[in-house]
């Protein structure tokens, strides 16, 4: 079996690459945009918190009502409207115009983003699900190593409304991409009721596998969030080192992400979920201790720094696998919650991450970030203890 990326697996990784860029960029621009709206930073800021919350809430419902569409139209569809929605943003005068342009650029990720999830993994051959699915979430780390610095670049040498000119082209270079690889891969089709195909994400272990992974960004995103003033205390960088760290940990993390998806198609997703939180409490345990020996050269840092982005983009590969052998029949609609899982988790550790940082300082992320960690394993846990009968049944079912 050939082992080349298939075009269309290509395709949908820059899709995933143009979304996440499209959501995290703001925070390069977020000066410049507000002053020229007329707002704080604080109210600035939350155009991600509002593109966040619009993909978490969505995602799930454009799951079940595009479920009989083909998918490729799907795709053709919503990538037109995330097109438009960022060419009109760069365009507008209104912070109210473009939360409602931010929530609509939103709306068509959350059509697309699932989608994409599930065509990988019904595409990818026997043995080899987790990879491509870590390929597939490459995107994501792709946007924090080059797609973030590039569109920030952008905004500082042409002005913040260039980003989101950027982000439109992308998004059409992704809808040409996507039409001209992409297999007109039809929807699964319906058997029983909508509540009866439904069904399957009531079960306790996909509750408890969702929350799982809520706490997994959660506890990742405490940090990452808040990495520059933890990093300026811990050694004295400034926002220069800072950026060039984010592109190291972008690197790092689709090291991390491939690796948890061979792991997962090797060990198991179990074992690959138990390997990579364990991995990152260790590292948020060595984050602990060297806060008490700064400052310390941010050169000294930099192995610390790679490992906590690769375990961090090791988990959800095998934690996605994890969730589709639980959920069974309602796979395309559990991977749509599992995007708003991620999302939820996002806001979340924001969040929580700044009552930490509020009220002890960022030297108590790392450790912070560790408790929340280990409530996600107990709650994996839970969840393969609850659905090692369902997952039994599907394998013997399909007879792999």
Same mark, same amino acid.
């Given at each position: 079996? !050939?082992?080349?990326?298939?075009?269309?697996?290509?395709?949908?990784?820059?899709?995933?690459?143009?979304?996440?860029?499209?959501?995290?960029? *703001?925070?390069?621009?977020?000066?410049?945009? &507000?002053?020229?709206?007329?707002? !704080?930073?604080?109210?600035?800021?939350?155009?991600?918190?509002?593109?966040?919350?619009?993909?978490?809430?969505?995602?799930?419902?454009?799951?079940?009502?595009?479920?009989?569409?083909?998918?490729?139209?799907?795709?053709?569809?919503?990538?037109?409207?995330?097109?438009?929605?960022?060419?009109?943003?760069?365009?507008?005068?209104?912070?109210?115009?473009?939360?409602?342009?931010?929530?609509?650029?939103?709306?068509?990720?959350?059509?697309?983003?699932?989608?994409?999830?599930? *065509?990988?993994? /019904?595409?990818?051959?026997?043995?080899?699900?987790?990879?491509?699915?870590?390929?597939?979430?490459?995107?994501?780390?792709? /946007?924090?190593?080059?797609?973030?610095?590039?569109?920030?670049?952008?905004?500082?040498?042409?002005?913040?409304?260039?980003?989101?000119?950027?982000?439109?082209?992308?998004?059409?270079?992704?809808?040409?991409?996507?039409?001209?690889?992409?297999?007109?891969?039809?929807?699964?089709?319906?058997?029983? &009721?909508?509540?009866?195909?439904? +069904?399957?994400?009531?079960?306790?272990?996909?509750? +408890?596998?969702?929350?799982?992974?809520?706490? *997994?960004?959660?506890?990742?995103?405490?940090?990452?969030?808040?990495?520059?003033?933890?990093?300026?205390?811990?050694?004295?960088?400034?926002?220069?080192?800072?950026?060039?760290?984010?592109?190291?940990?972008?690197?790092?993390?689709?090291?991390?992400?491939?690796?948890?998806?061979?792991?997962?198609?090797?060990?198991?997703?179990?074992?690959?979920?138990?390997?990579?939180?364990?991995?990152?409490?260790?590292?948020?345990?060595?984050?602990?201790?060297?806060?008490?020996?700064?400052?310390?050269?941010?050169?000294?840092?930099?192995?610390?720094?790679?490992?906590?982005?690769?375990?961090?983009?090791?988990?959800?590969?095998?934690?996605?696998?994890?969730?589709?052998?639980?959920?069974?029949?309602?796979?395309?609609?559990?991977?749509?919650?599992?995007?708003?899982?991620?999302?939820?988790?996002?806001?979340?550790?924001?969040?929580?991450?700044?009552?930490?940082?509020?009220?002890?300082?960022?030297?108590?992320?790392?450790?912070?970030?560790?408790?929340?960690?280990?409530?996600?394993?107990?709650?994996?846990?839970?969840? /393969?203890?609850?659905?090692?009968?369902?997952?039994? /049944?599907?394998? !013997?079912?399909?007879?792999?």
């Amino acid at each position: 079996m !050939s082992k080349r990326v298939p075009a269309w697996l290509a395709a949908l990784t820059f899709t995933m690459f143009t979304f996440a860029t499209d959501d995290y960029v *703001i925070a390069g621009v977020l000066p410049a945009l &507000s002053r020229d709206l007329g707002v !704080s930073e604080a109210v600035g800021g939350q155009l991600v918190t509002g593109f966040s919350l619009a993909f978490a809430l969505t995602a799930p419902v454009a799951s079940v009502v595009t479920a009989s569409w083909p998918r490729r139209g799907l795709m053709t569809g919503a990538l037109l409207l995330f097109v438009v929605a960022n060419g009109a943003a760069a365009l507008v005068t209104s912070y109210p115009v473009l939360m409602g342009l931010r929530v609509l650029a939103a709306v068509a990720a959350a059509a697309v983003v699932p989608a994409a999830y599930a *065509i990988t993994a /019904s595409q990818a051959p026997a043995g080899r699900q987790g990879r491509y699915l870590a390929l597939a979430m490459g995107g994501l780390t792709g /946007s924090l190593m080059l797609g973030v610095p590039i569109g920030t670049w952008v905004g500082g040498a042409f002005g913040w409304r260039a980003t989101f000119v950027l982000a439109a082209l992308l998004g059409l270079v992704s809808l040409v991409a996507v039409r001209r690889t992409l297999p007109n891969v039809a929807p699964e089709p319906a058997e029983g &009721s909508l509540r009866d195909r439904l +069904a399957p994400l009531a079960r306790p272990q996909v509750v +408890a596998g969702l929350l799982g992974i809520v706490a *997994i960004v959660l506890g990742s995103m405490m940090v990452m969030t808040y990495l520059a003033p933890f990093l300026r205390e811990l050694a004295g960088a400034g926002p220069v080192e800072v950026g060039w760290v984010f592109v190291l940990a972008g690197a790092a993390g689709f090291a991390g992400g491939q690796l948890g998806g061979r792991a997962g198609d090797r060990w198991g997703a179990d074992r690959a979920l138990i390997a990579g939180i364990c991995g990152f409490g260790a590292v948020m345990a060595a984050f602990t201790v060297v806060w008490g020996l700064r400052p310390l050269a941010l050169l000294a840092l930099l192995p610390l720094l790679v490992l906590w982005a690769g375990v961090s983009w090791w988990i959800p590969p095998p934690a996605q696998v994890r969730l589709l052998a639980l959920a069974g029949p309602a796979g395309p609609q559990a991977l749509a919650l599992n995007s708003s899982a991620v999302y939820v988790g996002v806001s979340g550790g924001g969040a929580l991450g700044g009552v930490v940082l509020e009220w002890h300082g960022p030297g108590l992320l790392p450790a912070a970030a560790a408790v929340v960690e280990v409530v996600a394993l107990v709650l994996f846990w839970q969840a /393969s203890r609850l659905g090692r009968p369902a997952v039994t /049944s599907t394998v !013997s079912r399909t007879g792999t």
